[in-house]
């Protein structure tokens, strides 16, 4: 993807491209219409930014404090992070001064470090790619940030510097492979009491217990702690490369203070990073579901990003999520269950550098780029569904079968409890491989029946969850076509449990149509009645004997059609 310009232009011949050549030839609509590159902190670019700028600064007659603040927008990276935190910096109000500032850091007696076997004799640990050693380098050579509020300014936010350790400094949990801070990190935060065992046996919840306690590293329980995998390298296409750029949501004041404390934990964790970018996207707060263990506990908010628009020029990604139908008939042959769920699912997934720019996002305290793939982009969903049957897939291979995922919701089949402990070791075994990380707490084990994917199921039987049935028998007579459209969702994700489905709503369907005054009349209250008593008969089907002659039956009449095997 060509977001920005990765050398020098240059004319038809090769030639490099001179915007003042071109404009004293005429060609003043090129000229103006450069895009220069960020420039990131490469000492073999820095000369070529500067003269870019001054180039720009003669043609557009700019007067030296824009030509300042033009530079101040096109840095990046690392040359950003400098700028942030260099004291001496605050005091630069000219473009000669921040090209002074410039040259003195970024040409000292730093030694480019031109190949991995440097790399290697500096300080390679143990396990680390290549990869992630430059990019602690890169990282070391430049402080990084907290947001902290300075409690004598009103609540303003002042940039604070962290060590520059690798401990403090560098985004571990960004490693492939995980250091042994963060393995004994994972270790220390696990515990007995994170998992749901009490319905077991003594004897089985001893031998699970020490299987799970003794893979520590496949769990997490904080955002420094996640997993990070490279085993999907997540690709993106756009209809247009013109920055999507959309103004801020005012935050209410009472709790930019809980936002503040995200941010700085996302900036501690290394998930995120300040950044200056022509992209962005705005922050939203999203309500938490309910804790069903603490009903009275008011649900609480969490930070998303509105990524709609961005979303209206992002290629659609061509692969398939799993068939709901399929995959609980596929889990339902087995008498008994284990789900258990990613840590913050999609974060996992380290995004490419050029993709960090495009998800940068606005908050009031200043703007972010995400380095994990984030909840609202229309392809995240492919993208970690194709993560997931990677790994499925490997197990296969290895002999462990009965293992289905929907997203981060993985369930495990088994026939005994010997079966399902073996499959279990087999799981979290491969996501240590690939440095994958499971929340505990959202973990069940070796159950009967499961709630998935808006089904119950148990052994050879499928029916709808009891919160939906609920919503169902309980709904009120619609008062609008949208409500009707509800009605008939909640509904109609049902209608394989349901003979006679298309009939029993057909009345109701009509009122959705275009030009259809909407009147509700006794027949539609009929109609709504007739369905909410379905409903109450907890509905299900079982899965056939498939050893068995199967016989197909069909009937249509002038409203439906349909056919039951």
């Not at 550098?353 to 392809?379: C, H, I, S, Y």
């Not at 970690?384 to 289905?404: H, M, N, P, R």
């Amino acid at each position: 993807m060509d977001f920005v310009i990765l050398s020098p232009p240059t004319t038809r011949r090769g030639t490099p491209y001179n915007p003042i050549m071109a404009l004293n030839t005429g060609d003043q609509q090129t000229a103006f219409s450069i895009q220069i590159e960020n420039f990131n902190g490469e000492l073999d670019k820095l000369e070529w930014f500067i003269q870019q700028i001054t180039d720009l600064k003669q043609i557009n007659k700019w007067s030296d404090e824009m030509t300042f603040l033009f530079l101040k927008s096109k840095l990046a990276g690392s040359a950003l992070s400098w700028y942030a935190s260099n004291p001496t910096c605050k005091n630069v109000t000219t473009f000669d001064e921040a090209v002074t500032q410039l040259r003195a850091f970024f040409r000292n007696d730093s030694t480019p470090l031109s190949n991995s076997a440097e790399l290697h004799n500096i300080q390679l640990m143990p396990g680390e790619s290549i990869r992630n050693l430059a990019h602690r380098i890169q990282v070391l050579a430049t402080p990084s940030f907290l947001l902290k509020t300075n409690e004598n300014t009103n609540d303003n936010i002042e940039i604070e510097n962290i060590s520059g350790s690798p401990n403090n400094n560098t985004p571990m949990c960004n490693l492939i492979t995980p250091s042994e801070d963060i393995l004994k990190k994972r270790k220390d935060e696990l515990s007995e009491t994170d998992f749901k065992l009490e319905h077991l046996t003594s004897d089985q919840k001893d031998l699970l217990l020490e299987t799970l306690l003794d893979r520590s590293a496949a769990f997490s329980k904080s955002l420094k702690t996640i997993g990070c995998t490279d085993r999907v390298i997540p690709t993106f296409n756009f209809r247009s490369h013109n920055p999507i750029k959309t103004l801020p949501f005012e935050i209410p004041h009472a709790i930019q203070g809980t936002i503040k404390e995200e941010l700085n934990e996302l900036i501690e964790a290394g998930l995120i990073h300040r950044n200056i970018s022509q992209w962005s996207s705005s922050m939203v707060l999203v309500k938490k579901k309910q804790n069903p263990t603490n009903p009275h506990k008011p649900a609480s908010n969490r930070m998303a990003l509105d990524l709609r628009l961005l979303n209206t020029i992002l290629e659609n990604s061509t692969y398939p999520l799993p068939k709901i139908p399929t995959l609980i008939n596929e889990i339902s042959k087995y008498p008994f269950y284990t789900t258990i769920d990613f840590c913050k699912a999609y974060w996992p997934i380290l995004l490419p550098e050029e993709m960090q720019d495009v998800l940068t996002f606005t908050t009031p305290f200043g703007t972010f780029a995400n380095r994990r793939l984030v909840f609202g982009l229309k392809t995240a969903a492919s993208i970690f569904q194709a993560l997931v049957d990677l790994l499925i897939d490997e197990l296969k291979l290895s002999g462990t079968t009965g293992i289905y995922a929907y997203q981060d919701d993985i369930v495990i089949g088994a026939h005994s409890f010997q079966e399902m402990h073996n499959k279990i070791r087999s799981v979290l075994d491969i996501l240590i491989k690939y440095n994958l990380t499971l929340s505990p707490e959202k973990c069940v084990f070796f159950k009967s029946t499961i709630d998935y994917l808006g089904f119950n199921i148990s052994h050879n039987k499928i029916q709808p969850i009891t919160s939906n049935i609920l919503k169902i028998t309980s709904f009120q007579p619609p008062r609008t076509v949208k409500q009707v459209r509800r009605f008939l969702g909640l509904c109609g994700f049902y209608r394989s449990l349901i003979p006679g489905f298309a009939e029993l709503t057909e009345c109701l369907t009509q009122l959705t149509r275009k030009n259809v005054p909407f009147q509700w009349t006794p027949t539609h209250q009929e109609a709504l009645k007739k369905l909410q008593d379905v409903f109450f008969t907890n509905p299900f089907v079982r899965l056939p004997d498939w050893d068995k002659p199967f016989v197909l039956n069909t009937d249509a009449s002038g409203q439906a059609i349909s056919g039951i095997l």
